[in-house]
């Protein structure tokens, strides 16, 4: 699976959007941007993914560049809850082994 | 609806002692998934089973064995085990649809070893 880069740490006020960057130059064609999210130890929580078009739910939106290399999480109005750590994980398609996470951004919401 | 279940929440072992981290889940999915988180560190992959009656190595397996019991459980054995154990062990599932696949966490077991 390809690397990715991430920002360690972000702040945002609530209310605004939050903006986290990720980067993932070495990406292959199968492989998707899928984005994870752990709030104060708990489990972490599934949030969106996508292939080459810009995928939005429920949750958040995301961004991925033409030339796939970057990809943005877009949280449009954030509260004090979505504070956690946001991983941003490169995997291939289909199969069942797991994810490889690494430190990811810790988002902090501002009152 | 429970979704990924782990027991015990918290534990404390003595170095050598054994035990055995229960998962399991009411999705009814095909895969799951042992995660070790040390602190200020992302999650590690101990091993996975891709469907019942499969098991496989992840990134960290040495001093641990597995067991996918059924469809339902899928259990994580410390035969002997050392403070370098000490962690929050997570279990995950996951559903398949094609190209996707997304992975639903319990709520983690906190491990120490003394």
């Known amino acids: 699976d390809a690397k990715t880069t991430q920002p360690p740490s972000m702040d945002c006020a609530e209310g605004r959007a939050a903006n986290l960057p990720c980067n993932h130059s070495?990406?292959?064609?199968?492989?998707?941007v899928y984005w994870y999210r752990q709030i104060h130890s708990q489990g972490p929580q599934y949030i969106i993914h996508?292939?080459?078009n810009n995928e939005t739910n429920e949750m958040a939106s995301l961004i991925i560049t033409e030339d796939r290399k970057s990809s943005t999480l877009i949280l449009p109005h954030a509260t004090l809850r979505d504070t956690a750590v946001y991983y941003c994980?490169?995997?291939?398609?289909?199969?069942?082994?797991?994810?490889?996470f690494g430190k990811g951004t810790h988002l902090i919401i501002q009152p | 609806n429970a979704g990924v279940t782990q027991t015990p929440k918290f534990q404390v072992l003595k170095t050598g002692q054994s035990m055995t981290l229960q998962c399991a889940q009411d999705?009814?999915?095909?895969?799951m998934y042992w995660y070790r988180q040390d602190p200020g560190m992302g999650l590690r992959l101990i091993y996975y089973?891709?469907?019942?009656?499969?098991?496989d190595k992840g990134e960290v397996p040495n001093g641990y064995n597995v067991s996918r019991l059924n469809k339902r459980e899928f259990s994580l054995r410390l035969e002997s085990a050392a403070p370098s154990q000490t962690s929050v062990y997570f279990c995950?599932?996951?559903?398949?649809?094609?190209?996707?696949?997304?992975?639903?966490f319990g709520a983690g077991t906190r491990l120490s070893v003394l």
């Open positions: 995950a599932s996951s559903e398949q649809w094609g190209a996707k696949n997304i992975q639903y």
């Open positions: 070495t990406i292959s064609g199968n492989e998707y």
């Open positions: 996508g292939l080459k």
């Open positions: 994980i490169v995997k291939a398609g289909g199969g069942a082994d797991g994810l490889t």
């Open positions: 999705m009814n999915h095909n895969s």
């Open positions: 089973s891709a469907s019942e009656g499969t098991t």
